[in-house]
């Protein structure tokens, strides 16, 4: 039993170290592309066999540490107060959860952009995106008059995808905040102009 304990520590220690040397490195680097297995490892004092055992591949690694990122977020959807919070008013809410969306590609641009562009599945399939869009849909129900909120939930996940935060922010240079506002009208508009009209 102790040699169990002393290897569970020892696995959870790796873990976090590797999260903690994948995080650096993914700040630094220019492209996702460019880290590697070998120097997420090498980085971590790790073997790359303890690596891929507790991880399985690249894209396990990026979705595991999106969502080490993401947990403080999704705590405060789930319990915590206004505007994220579920106490906020389901026209309120919407805008804040799309908002904060935004807000953590923003911050986590290179990672949120390996992770949705990598791989060879959908980027719709991930459990990140499945819930986001199935919380928005929820609450998008609570609106009166508001139908089909399903497309609509996707529609408006469409403005956070992180390859036009990347365009927006990396390559027009478009300042945070006026992506904010950008995006805040758009919602608005979104849930002003009544059932299946996105324009």
Not at 2 to 11: G, W
Not at 29 to 42: G, H, I, L, Q
Not at 119 to 146: C, F, K, T
Not at 171 to 176: D, G, L, Q, T, Y
Request: neutral net charge; contains cysteine; charged residues 25%.
């Amino acid at each position: 039993m102790p040699e169990r304990q002393s290897f569970r520590k020892d696995a959870i220690r790796n873990r976090a170290a590797v999260l903690a040397a994948a995080d650096a490195l993914f700040a630094r680097r220019e492209s996702p592309e460019d880290v590697t297995m070998a120097d997420v490892a090498a980085a971590a004092g790790v073997g790359k066999g303890t690596l891929f055992r507790a991880f399985g591949d690249r894209a396990g690694l990026l979705r595991a540490l999106y969502e080490a990122r993401l947990e403080p977020v999704r705590r405060a959807v789930e319990a915590g107060p206004p505007p994220l919070g579920p106490a906020t008013p389901p026209r309120d809410r919407v805008p804040a959860l799309l908002d904060a969306v935004l807000c953590f590609k923003l911050d986590n641009r290179r990672l949120a952009l390996a992770l949705e562009e990598g791989g060879s599945s959908s980027p719709y399939r991930a459990g990140h995106y499945q819930a986001w869009h199935n919380l928005l849909r929820d609450v998008l129900e609570q609106i009166p008059g508001m139908s089909d909120s399903d497309f609509t939930a996707h529609a408006l996940l469409a403005a956070t995808g992180a390859d036009l935060v990347e365009h927006l922010a990396g390559e027009e240079r478009v300042p945070r905040e006026m992506m904010r506002a950008q995006l805040a009208n758009y919602v608005t508009r979104v849930l002003a102009s009544g059932p299946g009209v996105l324009t």
